[in-house]
């Protein structure tokens, strides 16, 4: 009964396999008749690794075929490959370049992305007002992390006037969404009384919220919380709890605190 189970898989993998090759073979035949939808299903296949071999150097070719003739998509993704140097040779400058293109037909990943390349100089100048402009773009369409961005840029007067309120602001829109950076900078913002009235306990709120999803920051910051009794009730089991789970995310500061609970 085994055996036979055994030679059943291998015959229905064996199938698999057929199919795979077959779909490969048929859309690497219409791809080379100049069928759109069939190179980019196949560029797809080979940066997958999806029915075939994974092969970079083949899915730029094709990337870059359809990239030229304008589709944002995928200029966004030939992009991706030039910043990662995969199937060529990396090159911030150019995924500079096919950033830019599929950013000004309104895509919002390649918005996001082209502005964190202003932000940081990669392959351009450092230029954090296009960085903003671009950032604006991205998080208009819902982007928490652009949106966080735009926050960071506010709290520190990088590319516009220092603006704790706007930096309120959009730490809460992002935070609103889930985005983990997002709720720590709008705990941080509460704690400190910037840009908002300060008020620990919506502090506390807030760094619960990306304690959970593990940011190490703000599960110290809400020990030091539960330590001291602001905007919580106080309770060292708790502090104890929250600065070793920052010590086990990585953060010195929680597991020095922690010691000094244990001790």
Known sequence: MMVKKLLLATLIGLSFSTTYANEIDDLTVKAEQGDERS?????????????TAQDYPKAFELFKKLAERGYASVQYNLALMYRNGQGTKQDDK?????????AEQDHAGAQHNLALMYKKG???????????????????????????????????????KQDYKQAFHWYQKAAEQGLASGQFNLALMYEKGRGVKQ?????????????????????????????????????????????????????????????????
Do not use: H
Not at 40 to 51: H, R
Not at 223 to 231: A, D, I, K, V, W
């Open 94 to 102: 150019q995924a500079l370049y096919w950033y830019q293109k599929a």
């Open 122 to 160: 990669q392959g351009t100048k450092q230029d954090y007002k296009k960085a903003l402009s671009w950032f604006q773009k991205a998080a208009e369409k819902g982007d928490p992390d652009a949106q966080t961005q735009i926050g960071g840029l506010y709290y520190n007067g990088q590319g516009v």
């Open 199 to 263: 008020d620990y306990k919506k502090a506390a709120d807030w760094y619960q919220k990306a304690a959970t999803q593990g940011v190490a920051e703000a599960q110290y910051n809400l020990g030091f919380l539960y330590y001291s009794g602001q905007g919580v009730k106080q309770d060292k089991r708790l502090a104890k709890k929250w600065f070793g789970q920052s010590c086990d995310s990585g953060l010195q500061d929680g597991c020095d605190s922690y010691r000094k609970l244990t001790e």
């Open 39 to 51: 190179q980019f299903d196949l560029a797809m296949k080979y940066y997958e690794g999806n029915g």
